[in-house]
Structure formats: C-alpha cells, structure tokens
C-alpha cells in the first residue's frame, strides 16, 4: 500500500508569490490533515479536511487555505508569503471510522520564502 | 493557546539509559494520546497510543504513563539506544464541536543518545 505522497518536496519562491501543495493519502483514507512544522513552534495544525469539507483549522491566517477533490486528494495554497512561512509542510491522513484513528504523515515540502 | 505543554525541547541521553519526556494537557476532552517519531526527513510515525481508561502501556521499550486526574502523561524509552535519536511529539486528541477528531501536538523534543 502506497504511503502519503507529498509534491514537491522542496520548494523555493519569492515573497508575495503565491504556491501550492499536494498531497495524496493512503488509498482509503478519507480525511486529509494539513500541518506546519518550524523548529521553534513544533508541528501546528493548520486545517483538515474530510468529504471535501474543511472540518477543523487552526489558527492561521486566511493567506492559508486549502482544498479536497473527490479522490480524497489534497491541495494547500498560501497566497502572498511571508519570509515567515518559511518552514517543512506535512500532510497526515486518516481512515474515518469510529473512535480515534492513526494519522499517517508524508515527508512534507520544504518550502523556503526569499 | 498551546493545548498540550511538552518538556523538555531538548535531550540527551547516554547509551543504555532511560530517557523520559513528560507532557501536559488542559482539556479534559481529550481521549487519546498518542506519541510520534520524527527521523530527519520523514514525516512523524506513530510509536505508541494510550488511552485514559489506562494508567500504562508497554511496547518494547517503549512505556507511556498516564496519570489522567494530573493530566500528566509521559514516554519512557528504556535501554536508548542511538537509533532512538529523533524528534518526539506527544499529541491528544478529541472531538471538536462539530462532531470531528481533532489532534493538538506538543512542541516536540529533540533526543539525543550517545554512545
């Protein structure tokens, strides 16, 4: 079975452009975690998603959104970075069922703002 | 707001010792706690999950101890080893308003074992 695929893997882009991650889940996995993960801070959740409707964010701002397709798929956008966004962006997904359920992660996208 | 409270950031440990990582958490909604691992350059995987019905559970060398009227739980890894060095999070997890597991992570702790 396929892990969390995370594209690309490193990303460098300029402040105030804008970008885009992916992210695939396992094959089954509905539900779809988006983090952020800085030395300082830890890992700090951002949104998720789960039948296409986000269900839980974070607090982050709205420069930070997201999406999921009907395969489950996901994409992350941050439109106008900040040198602070500069940090590793993991994905987690889930099988929803009943109870609480393990998250598996990606290797996550080094993104760096110049 | 940070939710559950990790310590410490940083450890070290000698070869053969004990490390422990201790966490706190505030919502008493909270069901699940589990511990990641995190090697440079992979995303964290699950080492070991407890829930509060338990005070202890163990896999390997790996023990999670769990005092729920503290609101306390903390990993012990006995006998390091120094394939052990990784980042560690704990988490705790529940459900949010609308029905959904959320999971909160702690700032993580950098160990260390050396030889």
């Known amino acids: 079975k396929a892990g969390v695929t995370q594209t690309p893997r490193y990303l460098i882009k300029t402040r105030g452009q804008q970008v885009t991650l992916s992210c695939s889940p396992i094959?089954?996995?509905?539900?779809v975690s988006w983090y952020q993960q800085t030395p300082g801070q830890g890992l700090q959740f951002l949104f998720e998603?789960?039948?296409?409707?986000?269900?839980n964010k974070g607090n982050f701002p709205g420069r930070f959104s997201g999406r999921q397709f009907s395969n489950s798929r996901s994409e992350m956008n941050v439109s106008t970075l900040e040198l602070g966004d500069s940090a590793l962006y993991l994905c987690?997904?889930?099988?929803?069922?009943?109870?609480?359920?393990?998250?598996?992660f990606g290797q996550g996208t080094r993104l760096t703002v110049v | 707001q940070q939710q559950v409270k990790q310590s410490p950031q940083s450890l070290i440990v000698q070869k053969g010792g004990i490390s422990i990582i201790n966490c706190a958490y505030e919502?008493?909604?909270?069901?699940?706690f589990p511990w990641y691992q995190q090697f440079p350059g992979k995303g964290p995987a699950l080492l070991i999950a407890?829930?509060?019905?338990?005070s202890e559970k163990k896999e390997g060398r790996f023990t999670i101890s769990f005092n729920k009227s503290a609101k306390q739980f903390s990993l012990h890894i006995m006998d390091s080893q120094p394939g052990d060095s990784a980042t560690y999070f704990c988490?705790?997890?529940?459900?949010?308003?609308?029905?959904?597991?959320?999971?909160?992570f702690g700032i993580g702790t950098k160990l260390q074992v050396i030889p």
């Open positions: 987690a997904s889930r099988f929803i069922g009943t109870g609480n359920t393990e998250a598996f």
């Open positions: 988490a705790a997890s529940g459900l949010n308003s609308g029905g959904y597991q959320k999971v909160t």
């Open positions: 094959s089954g996995h509905r539900s």
């Open positions: 407890i829930r509060p019905d338990v």
């Open positions: 919502n008493t909604a909270f069901d699940y």
């Open positions: 998603y789960f039948s296409e409707t986000q269900r």
